[in-house]
């Protein structure tokens, strides 16, 4: 009995989470668009099931991603070889972002509206490579005790320069490639095992360079995109 309330507690929650969305859509349709709902058993049905699954997802991403992750990440100083750590960064980060669903997402739109000039799959894994390079070096920051803002900064203006040589069609589709990679399983995977790895390593502050890591492999993608559309 308790397990259900509580159960019913978590599944209240989430479906708070979403509701404003449905209903700010709903309101949008009626009183703007002036156009009635239909399939209204459709609509209710899939909001359920739509809070039923994002609980679930939420739920194993706690119970197993997250708790795994930490421990891979504590775990790695072990290996006592940074170069072999970096590199395992770098496969983690290719092999999570080829399965992030909204990078999947992203590449098959541009290949349906660039009709076939930019295939799905080598968007999807210039994006992954970028992505894996990007965890590469923050692994690598990390394991040194680097700042932040020693990689953020010549990425940064690497991008300005790229930009100016890039042809503007890649321009848009390199930055929305960047915010796809930011999805469910790439960030509670690898934020994890950057914490984890901070924790551990006794000269850095989990705090200070466990975080951040993000940051630099949502901006490598960018450099890879563009530098695709500079290839092609």
Same mark, same amino acid.
């Given at each position: 009995?308790?397990?259900?309330?509580?159960l019913l507690?978590? /599944?209240?929650?989430?479906?708070?989470?979403?509701?404003p969305?449905? =209903?700010?859509?709903?309101?949008?349709? *009626?009183?703007l668009?002036?156009?009635?709902?239909?399939?209204?058993k459709?609509? =209710?049905?899939?909001?359920?099931?739509?809070v039923?699954g994002?609980?679930l997802f939420?739920k194993?991403?706690?119970l197993?991603?997250i708790?795994l992750?930490?421990s891979v990440?504590e775990?790695?100083?072990n290996?006592?070889?940074?170069?072999?750590i970096?590199?395992?960064?770098?496969?983690?980060?290719?092999a999570?972002?080829?399965?992030?669903?909204?990078?999947?997402?992203?590449a098959?739109?541009?290949?349906?509206?660039?009709v076939?000039?930019?295939?799905?799959? =080598?968007?999807?894994h210039? *994006?992954?490579?970028?992505?894996?390079?990007?965890m590469? /070096?923050?692994i690598f920051?990390?394991?040194?005790n680097?700042s932040?803002?020693?990689f953020?900064?010549?990425? /940064?203006l690497?991008l300005?320069?790229?930009i100016?040589?890039?042809p503007?069609?890649?321009?848009?589709?390199?930055?929305?490639?960047?915010?796809?990679?930011?999805g469910?399983?790439?960030?509670?995977?690898?934020?994890?095992?950057?914490?984890?790895?901070?924790r551990i390593?006794?000269?850095?502050?989990a705090?200070?360079?466990?975080f951040? *890591?993000?940051?630099?492999?949502?901006?490598m993608?960018? =450099?890879?995109?563009?530098?695709l559309?500079?290839?092609?």
């Open positions: 009995m308790v397990r259900t309330a509580q507690k978590e /599944l209240w929650v989430t479906a708070k989470s979403i509701s969305i449905l =209903v700010l859509l709903i309101v949008f349709q *009626v009183i668009l002036k156009k009635p709902l239909t399939n209204i459709e609509l =209710v049905i899939g909001f359920m099931l739509s039923i994002l609980h939420l194993g991403v706690y197993s991603i708790p992750g930490d990440g775990g790695l100083v290996i006592d070889n940074k170069y072999v970096t590199i395992f960064a770098f496969l983690l980060g290719y999570s972002t080829l399965v992030e669903p909204a990078v999947r997402a992203l098959f739109e541009v290949e349906e509206v660039s076939g000039a930019i295939p799905s799959t =080598v968007l999807l210039t *994006v992954a490579i970028g992505f894996g390079i990007g590469a /070096l923050g920051k990390i394991l040194n680097i932040s803002a020693k953020i900064i010549p990425i /940064l690497l300005v320069v790229l100016c040589f890039t503007k069609e890649f321009i848009g589709i390199a930055f929305d490639s960047a915010t796809s990679t930011t469910p399983v790439n960030i509670p995977l690898n934020m994890a095992i950057a914490i984890g790895l901070a390593v006794g000269s850095t502050d705090l200070i360079d466990g951040g *890591v993000i940051g630099i492999t949502s901006l993608p960018i =450099v890879a995109v563009l530098i559309g500079i290839i092609r």
